[in-house]
């Protein structure tokens, strides 16, 4: 009866501990308030401040087609300019994701003026869910971290700041 109870104990724990994978645990941040985000396609690269001091700094992935400022909806590139951090999306398809408040209304002007749309959900987000890997440049116009980076970043970035965007 003994060897039951173990039985029923392990079988538990194998559950509990396969209900965990792939959990979003979201790093918990406690250091100075994120003021602003700068993003530098060409390097691939972002640095994230407060206020004059850098905090964190990440390797990106982009858009497919990473060379030039977003103009219309498919056209797979990045925003060029100055945006915001607008929603945290937990239930993203990627692992967590950052809103970013593309298109703004020159974004929107200029589509319009050319008969298009000038798409939209820009955000920074991880990895997908599938777990399948990514070669470079690849998302639909986001900035794509690395999963254990976008769970930090997360955390650190409150809606409202302000993400510029450079070539």
């Not at 030039?68 to 909806?73: L, Q, S």
Request: with cysteine; aromatic share 12%; charged share 25%.
């Amino acid at each position: 009866m003994r060897s039951f109870y173990i039985n029923l104990l392990l079988y538990f724990g194998l559950i509990i501990l396969i209900g965990s994978c792939g959990q979003k645990e979201i790093i918990s941040y406690t250091g100075p308030k994120v003021t602003h985000v700068e993003v530098f396609k060409a390097k691939r690269i972002m640095f994230v401040y407060h206020k004059d001091t850098l905090l964190k700094k990440y390797p990106i992935d982009l858009g497919f087609g990473p060379i030039g400022a977003k103009r219309f909806e498919g056209d797979g590139k990045t925003p060029e300019g100055r945006y915001f951090i607008n929603w945290h999306n937990p239930k993203s398809k990627f692992t967590l994701s950052l809103g970013i408040s593309y298109p703004n209304e020159r974004d929107k002007a200029y589509a319009k003026s050319n008969g298009r749309s000038p798409g939209g959900d820009i955000f920074i987000h991880g990895q997908p869910n599938s777990g399948r890997t990514r070669k470079s440049d690849w998302t639909a116009g986001c900035i794509a971290l690395k999963n254990k980076h976008i769970r930090e970043l997360y955390e650190m970035v409150e809606n409202h700041t302000e993400i510029s965007i450079f070539p």
